[in-house]
């Protein structure tokens, strides 16, 4: 016999993917989805049975859980000690709680994402990332349709420039050459792999070492990454980071840093390295 409860079992998954791409940390998407639960399973018997469809009852109130977040998101990362990063993703094993890795959450999505208001940001992903209408996007964020199109359209044009320009393969072989000419402390090839304007922002959120400001020009992120050997032994391992190819830096048996990379016209455009412990916990599995 179904119970009033089978049927949002399923809609866990889709509803953290969602959040994750909302809110940019899988901690912040697993707490939305839990209280997304709690609101469902706060209803009376009589009132779940009133509702039509679960799974579109639960999406609205997850996007304006997120919607709620995002706002007091933008107060707490002001006060954040260096800069913010979203929080990175290795491959996941377990199906129940896998985040679909797609474009939209290679890391240059997600901090793209993160320039936006919290409306903006809502509207482009539910509309452009999982389809939904502008009707339904009106009735998550209690706005209008029009008003809708416009935020995600206005969210779109900041979105262009972080579309993914190289192949995926591609994408590999450079990285592996700058894990090789890391590992060899070759600055002339580390900056050869560098586009000249590229940059290095770091996530330490003043928990762990780690730049406060970003790294920017192609010889100075070379001599940054280098200088990073002297401080002790490191094992640079390649793993795919939000879907894409990056490395993974450990010293002895300790996680220290995750790396994401953007690539455009073969060469490294930006790197991300996640510092922060709190946010590496995905990977410590």
Known sequence: MTTPSEPVVGERRHLLNLAYR????????????????????????????????????????????????????RVRRERY????????????????????????VTMAFLVALEAMTPAQRVAL?????????????????????????????????????????????????????????WEAGDIDALVGLLDPG??????????????????????LVARYVADLASFGELTLVERTVNGSPGLVLQRGDELAAVYAFDIADDRITRIWAMRNPEKLRPWLG
């Open 125 to 181: 992903v539910l509309h452009d990332v999982f389809g939904y209408s502008f009707a339904e996007v009106a009735e998550i964020t209690g706005r209008t349709q029009a008003a809708c199109r416009e935020l995600a359209s206005s969210g779109r044009r900041r979105i262009r420039a972080a579309r993914p320009l190289t192949p995926v393969a591609r994408q590999a072989d450079l990285v592996k050459d700058f894990k090789q000419a």
């Open 81 to 104: 000690v260096g800069e913010w990063l979203p929080e990175p993703l290795p491959d996941q094993n377990d199906p129940a709680d896998r985040i679909t890795l797609d474009e939209s």
């Open 22 to 73: 909302l809110l940019g940390s899988l901690a912040e998407a697993e707490d939305a989805v839990q209280e997304t639960y709690a609101r469902w399973y706060g209803l009376t018997p009589e009132q779940r049975d009133a509702i039509a469809s679960p799974g579109a009852w639960l999406t609205t109130v997850a996007g304006r859980v997120c919607l709620d977040l995002l706002g007091s998101a």
């Open 198 to 219: 590229a940059t290095l922002t770091a996530d330490g959120g003043g928990v762990v070492r780690a730049a406060l400001h970003p790294i920017e020009g192609g010889e």
